[in-house]
């Protein structure tokens, strides 16, 4: 039996029929159309399904749909404004930290509530930020030092520690 329910995505409403069982990255996915968000393992190991939910990184393909109205949900569409990337978008590009790209959303969206919460990250700090995001192919140091520099574009760093 569907179930009407309004998700907040991207600071717009959607009006939706969902199942009670149906998750977040599907719905996102499959009845919004916004296919940034990505389904890798599905069970709450990669982070590739990564969304923020008031700001915090939540794992949408363990999340149930019906579960997130209420709240503010941002999917990696939401970050540029128009044609303008978001810095950290910016940065991941000018550094070469992304190559296939499936793990990109989840790690720039990872990494955009970290520098919300703490706007000059160690390089530690940067690797605790994004534990939970797996990437296949970069070896993850320039994602690191992306993060780094988009600390640095937002005005965040005082110096750069990630060389
Ligand atoms: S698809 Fe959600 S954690 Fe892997
Ligand atoms: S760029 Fe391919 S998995 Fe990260």
Known sequence: MKKL?????NGQ????????RDLLVDVI???VGLTGTKKGCGQGDCGACTVLMDGHPVLSCITLAVASQGKK??????????E???PIQESFVEQGAVQC???TPGMILSAKALLDRNPDP??????????????RCTGYKKI???????????GGKEEERVR
């Open 5 to 9: 329910i309004t998700l907040n995505i």
């Open 13 to 20: 409403d959607f009006d939706l029929a969902v199942s009670p």
């Open 29 to 31: 996915r499959k009845k």
């Open 73 to 82: 949900i941002q999917t990696i569409e939401g970050l540029s404004e128009g």
């Open 84 to 86: 303008k990337l978001h």
């Open 101 to 103: 790209g499936y793990c």
């Open 122 to 135: 160690s390089e530690e700090e940067i690797k605790q930020g994004i534990a939970g995001n797996l990437c």
């Open 144 to 154: 690191v030092k992306a993060i780094s520099a988009a600390a640095e574009k937002l």
